[in-house]
């Protein structure tokens, strides 16, 4: 009897066709289910499936035409939809101050080295499929994707979301994940927090004033890391939040509802 009703269930579930959360956009991360065992390639790449069948990939900001999931015998090609992105053209300024300092070089190198080596490791936690919470409560103050222009020099665009909070508020990973980086000073990011959730989906916290972690701590969702500040190149209190899927910046605001919570 019990396996006639097992037999009975199975067969009223079918299998599940390849989904996604979201059309291919640029600069969003897009999470995806199949029946769990069935293989899927992006592009012809292939991607990791959970056993429970999710799976993830990014689509960079500046990212055209179209791209092709194949996921068992299904194949899907979707035109990528694009988005405007904001731009700031500063002209006028002296030249020392849009080209770093030559002295400090070698100390972002070594540090932008330390931070590829991270972004590397790709686990197979399942964080990244969870429900996005906002990692602090506060007011947006940057998005992703805009980009500056200074004397005519295209500058590396924003790759992050910016909540504005006073120093001291903690910084929430957004979901389960595990700590990869944990640096108390970086020249450009300050107290940097990077966490790995699963399958290249990584969020990084930039200008902390505390970093209460370590590499290789396990971090459920909305447990704090570390404390809001201004450390790094900041000119206020605010948490940079970035996520990328494997070397792809993605959108964080596209994961979570449209405004943070509320100050309180
Ligand atoms: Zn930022």
Known sequence: MLKTIMAGVLLATPALALDLDRVPEQGMLIRGKVSPGTKVTLDGGPLTVSPAGDFVFGIGRDAKGSVTLKAGAETKR???????????????????????????????????????????????????????QWPAPGRISGVYGSQRVLNGEPRTPHYGTDVAAPTGTPALSPVDGTIVLAE?????????????????????????????????????????????????????????????????????????????????
């Open 78 to 132: 979707y035109e990528i939809k694009t988005r405007s992105f904001k731009i700031d053209r500063v002209d006028g300024l002296p030249q020392d101050k849009v080209t770093p300092d030559p002295s400090v070089t070698e100390r972002i190198t070594a540090e932008a080295a330390k931070i590829r080596a991270a972004r590397e490791k790709e686990s197979a936690q399942t964080g990244f499929a969870q429900a996005w």
């Open 184 to 264: 108390a000073d970086l020249f450009f990011t300050g107290g940097t927090v990077m966490i790995d959730h699963g399958q290249g989906v990584q969020s990084v916290f930039a200008h902390l004033s505390t970093v209460d972690v370590q590499v290789g701590d396990v971090v459920k969702r909305g447990q704090s890391v570390g404390k809001i500040g201004m450390t790094g190149r900041a000119t206020g209190p605010h948490l940079h939040w970035g996520v990328y899927w494997r070397r792809t910046p993605v959108d964080p605001a596209g994961l979570v509802p449209a405004e943070p919570p509320k100050l309180k």
